[in-house]
């Protein structure tokens, strides 16, 4: 189930990045609806695409990171859930193309993005979104 914070998320990055709109509008036609996580994947590979600069929507990355760090820092539990686990928990890994994206990641999303990939405790994804 949708809930508000998911759903501004996803309203504002689009009003933000108009370019993203018709990635958008697909994903709520083949969905019958927004499921955010599901889009959140899809902006991820936009992302991606755009810093290794292949074709695509957007075109430049750089404000896309600067929002979701300000979203973020909002406290929105339900935009953090989405940001950490359907953005930064999909980005490259060490060996895969576009691994250094992680290294132009504001200081918050560094953060958690560092304490995921290198968690040894496995305490899982609910501690990153404090």
Known sequence: M????DRTLVEKLV???PELR???EIH???NGGLLAHVFFWDVTQEILQCYLGGPGELQDWRPVLDFLEEEYGKNDA???EVIVTSFID??????QPGEDLSRHLGPRLAEVHRRLRHNSHGSG???QLR
């Open 2 to 5: 949708l809930m508000d914070g």
């Open 15 to 17: 009003e933000h990045f």
């Open 22 to 24: 018709e990635i958008y």
């Open 28 to 30: 709520v036609e083949n």
């Open 78 to 80: 339900l935009a953090r």
């Open 90 to 95: 999909n980005l490259p890994y060490s060996g």
């Open 125 to 127: 994804l609910s501690g």
